[in-house]
């Protein structure tokens, strides 16, 4: 037995009307008629015909000098070269020029990865470079050796290695 509206209690709020669940349906736009395709140019009057155009490609860049940044660690080996404001030109690691596990820590790799980021580098136009090499791995110097062989300028090698103010416990020594 429901209660009429009138007959609710003296001191409680009015009654709210109940909503529908479901919205109304809204009227259906008149749909615009297809866009037609652009009319091609079939003529064969040299005169009537579009020259392409010519875009610069994205990523191309006319740079002359560089920074070669050489991380080596133990396990790996990583050069970035970028130009003098920092932003990246070429970049290379172990594993992306294809070695795997143990391999990535060797000199030879080391000498494969600057191969292959100063090649990327030198097809923006770079020919001179300044190296920071960061890192006690056993490609520091191959990297740098490599970067000079490919035909590039070193104008300076600098070591940026980070030196802990006694930070972290370094890891314990091998025995072997």
């Known amino acids: 037995m429901s209660v009429p509206p009138s007959a609710a209690a003296p001191g409680a709020p ?3 009307p109940v909503k529908p669940l479901k919205k109304p349906a809204k009227a259906k736009k008149e749909e615009a008629p297809a866009a037609e ?8 009057d040299p005169n009537d015909i579009e020259k392409p155009k010519i875009v610069k490609a994205k990523g191309s860049k006319n740079v002359h000098s560089g920074i070669a940044h050489v ?18 030109i070429g970049w290379s690691s172990a594993g992306k020029v294809g070695f795997k596990g143990s391999r990535k820590s060797t000199a030879y790799a080391a000498q494969m990865v600057a191969q292959d980021a100063s090649r990327q580098a030198m097809g923006h136009g770079l020919k001179e470079v300044e190296v920071l090499v960061r890192g006690p791995g056993a490609g520091r ?10 035909g590039l300028d070193l104008t300076v090698i600098r070591d940026v290695t ?3 103010h006694n930070g972290c416990r370094p890891p314990k020594p091998r025995r072997v």
């Open 14 to 16: 009015p009654a709210q």
């Open 37 to 44: 395709p652009p009319k091609e140019n079939l003529s064969l």
């Open 71 to 88: 991380l080596s660690t133990f396990n790996n080996t990583i050069v970035t070269i970028t130009d003098l404001s920092g932003n990246v």
């Open 141 to 150: 110097e191959s990297a740098v050796r490599a970067l000079q062989a490919i």
């Open 162 to 164: 980070p030196v802990p």
